[in-house]
C-alpha cells in the first residue's frame, strides 16, 4: 500500500507561483514514473506532468510546457511541482500519482496511487 499527500496549494492571483509537493510513504516504488493531474469542476482528470524514475526525462502537457516544472527527490519520497506564471484556466484540483507506466505516461489509468489532491486557485 503506498499513501500520497498533497500540500501547498492556495490562492494565488495570475502571474504568481505556487510549488505543490507530494510525499509518498509505503510500499513506494522509485524505479516507477510519478506525475501531476489536474481536475476542474465538470471535466475530466488531465494530464500536467510527469517524471521518470531517476528524474532525467520530464513530461509536460503543452499548457503547462515553460511554465511549470517536476521534480522529484527519491531519497526523500517527494514529488514537486514548480508552478510560475499562472493563469487563471490552471484553477484545478491538482493529484499527485505514482507507479506510473511509460507507455501510459500522460494517461491517468497508468498510475496505481493517487493523493487525496490539493486545491489551487488562480484570480484573474
Known amino acids: 500500500q503506498v499513501q500520497l499527500v498533497e500540500s501547498g496549494g492556495g490562492l494565488v492571483q495570475a502571474g504568481g507561483s505556487l510549488r505543490l509537493s507530494c510525499a509518498a510513504s509505503g510500499r513506494t516504488s522509485s524505479s516507477r514514473p510519478m506525475g501531476w493531474f489536474r481536475q476542474a469542476p465538470g471535466k475530466e482528470r488531465e494530464f500536467v506532468a510527469a517524471?521518470?524514475?531517476?528524474?532525467?526525462?520530464?513530461y509536460y502537457a503543452d499548457s503547462v510546457k515553460g511554465r511549470f516544472t517536476i521534480s522529484r527527490d527519491n531519497a526523500k519520497n517527494t514529488l514537486a511541482l514548480q508552478m510560475n506564471s499562472l493563469k487563471p484556466e490552471d484553477t484545478a484540483a491538482y493529484y499527485c500519482?505514482?507507479?506510473?507506466?511509460?507507455?501510459?505516461?500522460?494517461?491517468?489509468?497508468?498510475?496505481?496511487?493517487w493523493g487525496q489532491g490539493t486545491q489551487v486557485t488562480v484570480s484573474s
Open positions: 517524471i521518470s524514475w531517476n528524474g532525467s526525462i520530464k
Open positions: 500519482a505514482a507507479s506510473g507506466k511509460y507507455s501510459r505516461i500522460s494517461d491517468p489509468l497508468g498510475y496505481d496511487y
